[in-house]
């Protein structure tokens, strides 16, 4: 049968709709080559394929056999074409066993080897492998008869149960070819194939046009009301804010009360840091000043130029004072605002805008922070808008904090270090 890709739909063997399937003449008895044939797959498929293949196993076969049988019978083939065709159904898939993409090429090696065995003339068995190769989706039917086994191997579209086939083509490509589809683009990928295929032989179109148009209209039904329950899924899963939820509540209130220890232990940090290096800045200079004045009325300078001192002690002051700074900047306090607020009075619906700071609504008068805050209370939407934007500036003034914060820690620890090795340095240079 034909290997499907995109976009390819799924070759389900249908059981056709009693009133969209003419009446079939009797049906004729398959030759023993044809039961041989039947044997021989029968046999070999259920215990070669791949367990992966849960469309195209010997259930797909003996179907397309099947419909491939009707045609034949439709047609009033004679028995020799009757038997070709339904040898090259039994065999049409048999390439399974050996690739999943090209296998038809495959399954027409296995028949020519299996009919040469059995002593079928060469001339036959190309008939029989040039049907096997019709098949395949880039292989054209040019003889009645390869358009009488494309339309049996296709006739899943004219199914009554075509949907539920459909559905083992899709689990099959997702565990053989690795190809997922969710339900929506799978029942368009449906719909886009049964609208362009056409029956090719004349007793397929005319067992098989009606019920592919009924079906084809119903896949265009069923595709609306998947899209309908998506569009409803989705909006169901984003569009919260008419409907407050808890969840939505508890996750506001974690994030600020969060932000708010951050703060708090930045803050904390900060000030820790600006205690330390203000005492060791403190001891420093006394230290300093005090020498001086022993050396002023001694008339003794001789420690200012001592390196032992000099050296770690000035590196030691440069420390302090680069870390308390970047202390002092991350605790101080910063506020964001706007200079074009003023000139903005209709703000509630500007999603840069944050009502809930003070920081920003201070920069509007009275009248019209009232009527913005106003709106916002009308407005869940709004409301929840100014609360995003209010976590994301106290994100902002966090960001700015532990950075300063960073630098602050690396350069008293950079310059501890530093004074240390300074000072070992020059211990041992003197001594």
Known sequence: MATTTLPAAPETEPALPPAAVAKPAKRSEPSALVQQAQAHIEKLLPAGLDARLTYHTLAHTQYVVKQAHALADAAQLSPEDTENLLLAAWFHDSGYLD????????????????????????VRSEVIKNLIRATHRDEPARTELEKLLVDADMSNLAAEDYRDRAELIRTEWELALDKSYNTCDWAELQLNFMLAHKYQSEVGKERYKQALKANTEDQRDYLKKVEKKAKKKKKEQTDTLAQPKRGIETMFRTMYSNHMKLSDMADKKASMMIQLNAVIMSVIITYFGAKSSIASATGNA?????????????????????????????????VTSFKWLKRNPTIATNRRVNLLFFGQFTKLSLQNFQEGMRELMRQKDMLYTNMVTDVYYLGEVLDRKYRLLRVSYSIFMVGLILTALSFAIVLAYKM
């Open 302 to 334: 001789s420690f200012i130029h001592n390196p032992i001192l000099a050296v770690p002690m000035g590196i030691l002051l440069l420390t302090a004072l680069a870390s308390v700074t970047s202390a002092i900047l991350s605790a101080q306090p910063d």
């Open 99 to 122: 690739t999943y993409d090209g296998h038809e090429y495959k399954s027409m090696a296995r028949a020519e080897a299996w009919l040469k065995e059995k002593g079928l003339g060469a």
